[in-house]
Every structure is written in C-alpha cells, then in structure tokens.
C-alpha cells in the first residue's frame, strides 16, 4: 500500500492497516478508511481512478441502506478515493458473537424482521440475467471448475456434488423461473455471512454489501438469506439457524423458497469452499465440502407434525423448542395465527376485528395450512403446522395427506389445567394470537381430545 495514504491521515502514527486481496482498510481512532486497490479480476474492475471513484460512491450509497450510521462519505487521501465509516468494536460483529455462544434466537428474529423488511422494499431486478435460471446454473458450475483445480485430491466428492446441482437444478428449473417471474430477485446484500452482520446498540445491522458486480447483488432472496443459515450451520448451531429461517419465513410467507432454498445452501457451501481453498486453507475448504454434502443429501425422511391443544396449552412453545433444539436445517414451522392473518392481510401482530375467526375464516385458514404444508413436505422440508387442531376431522384431514405423501405424522399434544391456561393467555404481550379467556372456555367446550388410535406426543 502507498505510504502516502497513511500520510494524508490527521494522525499517521497511530494507524492500523487491514487488508483484503481487493481492498486496504486503515483504521484510526473512531473512523475506518477502505480504499479500493487497482486491481482488475473476472468480476471486478478497479483499475482506474474514475473506476475506484465510481465504486466507492456505490458502495457508500448501497450500504446505507442497511447502515447508515456506519457509512458517512466518500474522502480524499493523497488524491485516492475511500469511504470513510466509523469504526464499531471488532468483537461484535456476529462470527465473534456466535463463536463465543453469545448469539441469540431474539437478536436472529430482529434480524429476520428487518431483512425481511428491507428485501419488501428493495428493487425488483429488471436486468434479464440477474437471477435468470441460465445465470444460476453457470455460477454453481463455476465452482466446481475452480474447485477441482485448487483442490484435485477432492476430486471424486467434487464429481458427485457437480452431478447433484445438475440434478437439482433440473429438478428445480421451473421454479427457479417462477422465482424470477414472481419478484423474488431483489438489489439486496450479495455477501450477508456472519462476518458482514454486527452487532449495533444491540441490533443485528448488515454491512460491506457487494458494490463491484450487481448480478452477485442482485439475487433470490432465498439466496441471500442461505448464506447466513449456512454460516450458522458452519459455527455448529442448527438450532439457531432453524430458529432465523423459521423467523424469516414468518416475516415473509415465502415458503415457496424451501423449493430452491436446499440448491442454495448446497451453493453457498462450494463458494465458501472455493474461498478457503484460494487461501490455501485446504482444511477448511473440506469441511465445507463435508457440509455441502449434509445439506445435498439429508438423512432423514421428511414428516408432518401438528399441534393439538386449546390456546395457553403450549403448543408455540413446544414447537419452538423444537426448532431451537434441532440437530440439522430440515424443519419449518407454519403457525395458524400468522398466516391467518397474512390471509386476511394483516400483519402477525396486528390486531383484527374479529372478523377472522368466523367458522369460514376458519375452514379458510386450515385450507392454507393444508395447502402450505403440502408445499413445504414436496420440497423436501419437514413441517411442524402449529394450530389448535380441537377436532378429530381436521386432525385427520392432516393425517391424510402425510399418508398420500408418504411421510411419518405425529401430533404434538402439550396439556395444562384450565387455570394455567386462563394465566397464560391474560400474560401474553406481543404475540400473533389474539385468544381471551372467553375463546378458551369456548375452546374446552369444542375440544375433542385425542384418541387411542392417534399417534401422539403429549408433552
């Protein structure tokens, strides 16, 4: 690095230099500096002034879209361009917090609600490649041309994962349209791993999104958020990476995500193995090719689980524990609270009139969660469907469907006595059901209890 930049700083004593094999960061006092190197690669170009210049004016403007705070301007120093952020502690970005098992299922779903948020906003991509299925194919198979250079003693494992994302993506190719054809190729992050999320005045904040080539920017949603469920998985907490895609999906009913969602962390993995083995870390590249394999080919059969119980009952909180306890990423939840709402167009906690609760409404809404539960079981995902499920038909009706689908079905059946019940509901704050006392005891009146022949889990 010119040493002319370090002397353009206020105090060039006390400068800490970083560096990345595209960018110098200099880090003083309570700013950070990143300038760009001249460097031209296959998929960025920095090798002029105007060129570096245009680039950090995206990147200042891009990034303030999830980080204001942290992203203040573009400067001189010694006549180069640089963005000038300020500092944050390096502890708290979230590879240093997950490591020392400070990382939360809370902060996960604050950081759920406002990706989810943030990708409703964003721009629909118009650019006919970005997110095309002929793009996706070609950026998976690339991988593995590189891969198989750096890494030749992997190459068997390497054959069998190629000949699996040719088969996934011919299996998926028509969703990978509909994904495009129905909005969900966003202008989002393009890099959102655990080492560009950090911690700010206790909110998970997104930075350092990919400024130098939109068509890495300007992906599926599902793509984006299966880097950070894959980067979870690579710190050894399923848990909590079932805990933020559950989170996720609740934010934003996109279920229709799980049907690439696998062919993404599959493809995240390779990318990660290709960084590590470019840094010649040959350990760590075939660890993340152990973990592309797990994800490729799940070893369970997928099942259907529902809830049973009037509300207080537990059924939320068994169901989440189930998640947060899980072993592997292979488990979504559909709760009938949320996407009653979401089908009467309200948000999950927002209040209703009590129109939605009507015996249509109802009918309605378990027609949803049939509808979405199939969808998820054929994309290779288990399902817990989270609802009240008081009557031995709509049990059944359930029960039905994982038989026609081939897939196991129990039923989670959390019990309590009607004064525990009647505490927990008046208790509740901030949560998507809107039960009362008065729908409980109407709850204990239409209850009809399981029986023998069900195939249950009291709890």
Known sequence: MPHSYIQAMPDPDHVQVMETHISWVLLAGEFAYKLKKPVTLPFLDYGTIEKRRACCAAELHLNRRFAPELYLEVVELAGEPAVKMRRFAEEQRLDHVCARGALTSAQLSQLARSLAAFQNAAAVTSAPTFGSPETILADALENFTELVRLLPAEHNRLTALENWTQRAFAARHSDFVARRATGRVRDGHGDLHLGNLVLLDGQITPFDCIEFNDSFRCIDVASEIAFTLLDLL??????????????????????????????????????????????????????????????????????????????????????????????????????????????????????????????????????????????????????????????????????????????????????????????????????????????????????????????????
């Open 234 to 459: 690579d710190h050894g907490e399923a848990g909590l990476a079932t805990w933020l895609l559950d989170a996720w999906l609740t934010a934003t009913g996109d279920f229709a995500s799980l049907t690439v969602m696998r062919f993404y962390l599959v493809y995240r993995a390779l990318v990660r193995a290709k960084v590590a083995a470019i840094r010649g870390d040959g350990a760590e590249a075939a660890g993340y090719l152990d973990l592309a394999q797990r994800l490729a080919v799940p070893n369970l059969a997928p099942t259907l689980t529902i809830t049973s119980g009037p509300s207080g009952c537990g059924k939320t909180y068994a169901s989440s524990r189930r998640l947060a306890s899980a072993d592997f990423l292979d488990t979504v939840r559909i709760r009938s609270d949320v996407e009653r709402k979401r089908l009467f167009g309200l948000a999950p906690e927002a209040a209703s009139d009590g129109s939605i609760y009507t015996p249509e409404a109802t009918r309605r809404t378990y027609e949803r969660l049939a509808g979405l539960a199939e969808e998820v079981l054929q994309s290779g995902w288990s399902v817990i469907v989270d609802a009240a499920f008081l009557k031995r038909i709509e049990r059944d009706r359930f029960r039905r469907l994982a038989a026609r689908l081939g897939v196991s079905f129990e039923i989670l059946a959390p019990t309590a006595p009607p004064d525990v019940l009647a505490r927990r509901i008046t208790m509740r704050r901030n949560d998507a059901s809107e039960a009362t006392v008065a729908v409980l005891e109407q709850q204990l009146n239409w209850l009809e209890p399981l029986e023998p022949d069900e195939p249950s889990q009291p709890i």
